[in-house]
């Protein structure tokens, strides 16, 4: 006999177990199905912001991940020996970030899951749906694989949060749309050893922008983000991101004494992406959903953010239109300003835009909150001409550019 659950969730990362949590916290029976075990490591540079930090505490998971001492983060843009830092708006009190290592999280979160009574099934890999997902046939369960033996679970909703190579959303056809190609790429390794601070740097080196994240214990990430292109001309990743961090001086201060401790990830394929949300039976959540750049750095906390949305959504029998619809309305600001961010400034750009952060406290909280979310894009750049010359008259005017010139459509 197939294990019957009301809702079976395909991803047991920061999407799926942030909606476990919620939904067994409704009196839910949920299972969470993944092919990795955990606590594991993905392919994340892991910054979130005061909203998301807030989220973590509801969820019930926050004391666990500060135990690991996190440094509570300002953000630091540099450019030639120009520099401006910011506090972010607060939220419950919190006005800084923290950088937490996937492992440290989503271990958290899994084991949190847990404790509130879902099912963890990991190892385990899910290749078919029951059910074509159609109006005549729903979507009611999945079929999946561990060590060759096939299984096969049933659900009244079966949730995708598989991240951007979904199975799940292939399996019920929902294609990418409103496609936004890769301009910048983006590398990354962990160290031990750095000289810490109580700030995430962003050191901006034309074309190239580097950045310094102190995480948890101990650990630091030091990224490398370049436009793509050039990836074709580089051969040995790990020396040219060596050369790279070592090219920044104040970086190369703070690495005198560091060990690299993993190797260099990341990926040169960051398109983002939206896809149909719901249909009969199932839903899509976290990058599954909806996929955008991460110099944006809002994966975590949007999967977060959705997770409440949709477990309200299931308690009160509208997810199939409420989630999409939420979708619709928060996400579009935030697409339109990552084309901006896939385009590196130029010195003198980046020279105007220090000036102003530099002299007005202000203007340089309102770009930082652009990442917490609490300064709407085109709202803060106004107040930095150079920003809104390079990024365009509004939202609406990048956005078209993926539609066809069109009205965006919902996602439903
Ligand atoms: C280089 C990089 C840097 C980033 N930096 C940041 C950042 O600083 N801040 C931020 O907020 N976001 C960042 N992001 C985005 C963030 O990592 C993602 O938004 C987030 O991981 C999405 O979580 P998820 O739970 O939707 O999917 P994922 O984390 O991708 O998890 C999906 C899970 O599904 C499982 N799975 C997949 N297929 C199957 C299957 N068929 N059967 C069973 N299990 C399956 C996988 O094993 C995996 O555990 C970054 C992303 C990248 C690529």
């Known amino acids: 006999m197939p294990q019957q659950f009301d809702v079976a969730i395909v991803g047991a990362r920061v999407a ?3 909606l476990a949590i919620q939904l067994a916290q409704q009196g839910a029976k949920v299972i969470l199905i993944d092919r990795a075990l955990f606590p594991s490591d993905t392919v994340s540079t892991h910054v979130i912001y005061p909203a998301t930090i807030e989220r973590l505490a509801r969820l019930g998971v926050l004391d666990g991940i500060m135990a ?7 953000t630091a843009w540099h450019h030639q020996n120009r520099m401006f830092v910011a506090p972010h708006t607060p ?10 290592r996937r492992s440290t999280l989503d271990g958290h ?9 879902v099912t963890i099934d990991t190892a385990m890999t899910v290749t078919g749906l029951v059910g074509a997902g159609s109006p005549d046939d729903p979507v009611r369960g999945v079929t999946a694989y561990r060590d060759g033996v096939e299984h096969a679970i049933h ?3 079966v949730v995708g949060a598989d991240g951007a190579n979904s199975t799940v959303a292939k399996l019920v056809g929902a294609e990418r749309e409103r496609v936004m190609p890769t301009r910048t790429m983006l590398y990354y390794a962990y160290w031990t050893g750095v000289d810490g601070r109580n700030t995430q740097d962003f050191f901006f080196e034309p074309p190239w922008v580097c950045a310094h994240f102190p995480a948890d214990d101990g650990h630091h990430v030091l990224t490398m983000n ?11 990743l790990e020396a040219f991101y060596l050369d790279k961090l070592a090219s920044i001086p104040q970086l190369a201060g703070r690495l005198r004494h560091a060990t690299k401790v993993s190797n260099v990830r990341g990926s040169p394929r960051l398109d983002g992406f939206y896809r149909r949300h719901t249909g009969p039976g199932w839903l899509l959540t976290g990058d599954a959903a909806h996929f955008k750049h991460p110099a944006s750095a809002q994966g975590i906390g949007d999967a977060l953010h959705a997770a409440e949305v949709i477990a309200a959504g299931i308690a009160d029998g509208t997810w199939r239109s409420s989630y999409p619809e939420w979708r619709e309305v928060t996400s579009r600001d935030l697409y339109a300003f990552c084309e901006f961010l896939a385009d590196v400034p130029t010195d003198a750009g980046m020279r105007r835009v220090l000036d102003i952060a530099i002299q007005d406290p202000s203007a340089a909280r309102a770009i930082v909150d652009i990442w917490s979310r609490t300064s709407a894009p085109w709202d803060a750049m106004a107040r930095v001409p150079a920003m809104l010359e390079a990024a365009g008259p509004s939202p609406e005017s990048v956005l078209a550019k993926y539609e066809g010139g069109s009205p965006l459509r919902l996602a439903s």
């Open 109 to 117: 979160l899994v084991e949190r899951a847990e404790a509130c009574g």
């Open 16 to 18: 799926g177990s942030s």
């Open 155 to 157: 659900a009244d909703i």
């Open 91 to 100: 939220e419950h009190g919190r006005d800084w970030a923290i950088c937490v």
């Open 68 to 74: 690991h001492r996190p440094p509570p983060l300002y």
């Open 226 to 236: 370049g436009p793509v292109e050039l990836r074709r001309s580089i051969p040995d």
